[in-house]
C-alpha cells in the first residue's frame, strides 16, 4: 500500500507571542524549538516527506527568533533542496531585520492582520500597518498575502476592513471567519451584504485576489474532500511533539507523535472523513475547521452549523458572479449545476435548478 506523504509541515519555533489576540486558539507557553528537534525531525520524518513541500514557520510569533528561522532554512535547504519555505507573522516585526531570510528563503510571507479591527481584535495598530508599508515596499506583491479573521462582532465591518488593506497596497487576502457558536441569522445576512459589496470592489479592481470572493475559484477549483489535517499537513511543536495542525497543539489528545523520540502515528487522520461533507460537490471551496468542529461539538466529522452556512453563502454569491461574467460560455449550466448541490432540494429537484439559473442572469 502506497504511503501517504506530507507535503506541508508548520514548524512552531516559538510558542511565544508579543499579542493577545481575542479568537486565538493557541495558549501561549514559554517553549521555543532546539535545533536538535529540528535536526530529529528532518532525520525522523525524512523518509515520508514529499519530494516538494512547504515549511511554514508558525507560532507562536515565529519572527521573536529571526536568528533561528535564519539557521534553520540553511539546515533544511541542504536537506530538502525542492521545499518551498513560508512565514506566518503579526506585523510586529519589520522586513530589514529579516533581510537574508526574505531576500534567499521566502517564497511567500503572510500578514496576519485585521484591518480597522485590528485594535480590539489583535492590538499594535500603528506598528502593524507601518511595518506593512515597509514589507510592501522591501518585498513587493508578489510574496505577499493577508490572514483577516473576522468574527460574529466584526463581520459587519469586513468590506470596510478588505478596502482598508487594498489601501496599504496589499493584493491578495484570504478572510477568514471565527468558526464559533453564537452565529446568528442576522450575522448571515450581514456577511451576504458585506460579500455583494466586496464583488463589486473587486470588480473595480481587478488586481485584488480575495479568496472566497472569487467566483473562478469557486466554481472551477479542482475538488478535495477534507483539508489534509495529519495526512499530508502536520505541525511540529515547540518540544517536538507531532500535531494534525497548528490549531490542535492546544489539545493533548490530538498529539500524535514525537519526532525525540520517534514516534509517529497518523492512522485515524490517514482515513478520516466527514461523511455529510464527503457527498456535497462544494467542498472544494469549504474551509471549514475540523479542529473547532471538536471543539466546541466534540466531533470531528460534523460540521457546526456556521461551518455549512457560511460557505453556502459564498457559494450563493460565487455561483450568481460567475452567471453575471460567464452567462452564455458553453458548459456553464453543468458547472453551476453541479456546484449548486449543497443545497438539498436543488438536488432532488431539477426544475428548481432551472429557476435559480434563470433568476441568475
Not at 483577516?148 to 497596497?169: A, C, F, P, Q
Not at 477534507?226 to 507531532?242: E, H, P, Y
Not at 469549504?286 to 468542529?293: G, K, S
Amino acid at each position: 500500500m502506497a504511503i501517504t506523504k506530507i507535503g506541508w509541515v508548520d514548524l512552531m519555533v516559538t510558542e511565544r507571542c508579543n499579542l493577545n489576540c481575542i479568537y486565538c486558539f493557541h495558549k501561549q507557553m514559554p517553549k521555543d524549538m532546539s535545533f536538535e528537534t529540528l535536526d530529529n525531525m528532518m532525520e525522523f520524518l525524512a523518509p515520508i516527506f514529499e519530494k516538494q513541500g512547504v515549511f511554514n514557520f508558525f507560532g507562536g510569533e515565529p519572527l521573536l527568533r529571526p536568528d533561528f528561522v535564519l539557521e534553520a532554512c540553511k539546515k533544511l535547504k541542504a536537506k530538502f533542496p525542492n521545499w518551498k519555505f513560508h512565514i506566518s507573522t503579526n506585523c510586529s516585526v519589520e522586513p530589514l531585520r529579516i533581510k537574508e531570510f526574505i531576500d534567499n528563503y521566502a517564497d511567500s510571507i503572510q500578514l496576519s492582520y485585521d484591518g480597522l479591527d485590528q485594535p480590539t481584535t489583535r492590538g499594535i495598530p500603528e506598528l502593524a500597518e507601518e511595518n506593512i508599508r515597509k514589507y510592501v515596499e522591501y518585498v513587493g506583491n508578489d510574496r505577499l498575502n493577508v490572514r483577516l479573521t473576522y468574527t460574529k462582532e466584526t463581520v459587519g465591518n469586513l468590506y470596510n476592513n478588505l478596502v482598508h488593506i487594498y489601501k496599504l497596497g496589499l493584493r491578495r487576502v484570504m478572510h477568514s471567519p471565527d468558526f464559533c457558536p453564537g452565529w446568528s441569522q442576522e450575522h448571515y445576512d450581514e456577511y451576504e451584504k458585506q460579500l455583494d459589496k466586496i464583488y463589486d470592489f473587486v470588480k473595480e479592481h481587478p488586481d485584488y485576489k480575495v479568496k472566497f470572493a472569487d467566483c473562478l475559484n469557486a466554481i472551477e477549483d479542482k475538488p478535495s474532500s477534507k483539508c489534509g489535517m495529519g495526512a499530508q499537513l502536520i505541525t511540529v511543536s515547540a518540544d517536538g511533539g507531532i500535531y494534525p495542525c497548528h490549531r490542535s497543539v492546544s489539545l493533548p489528545e490530538f498529539r500524535i507523535g514525537d519526532v525525540n523520540k520517534r514516534e509517529l502515528n497518523r492512522g485515524l487522520f490517514l482515513k478520516l472523513e466527514c461523511h455529510k461533507c464527503s457527498k456535497c460537490e462544494v467542498h472544494s471551496i469549504c474551509h471549514h475547521c475540523m479542529v473547532a468542529d471538536y471543539i466546541y461539538l466534540g466531533s470531528l466529522t460534523i460540521p457546526q452549523e456556521c461551518d455549512c452556512a457560511i460557505n453556502k453563502i459564498e457559494l450563493g454569491k460565487a455561483a450568481k458572479a460567475y452567471t453575471d461574467l460567464y452567462g452564455s460560455c458553453e458548459g456553464w449550466e453543468h458547472r453551476l449545476s453541479k456546484m449548486v448541490n449543497v443545497f438539498e432540494d436543488i438536488r432532488k429537484d431539477s426544475q428548481l435548478l432551472k429557476e435559480m439559473i434563470k433568476r441568475s442572469i
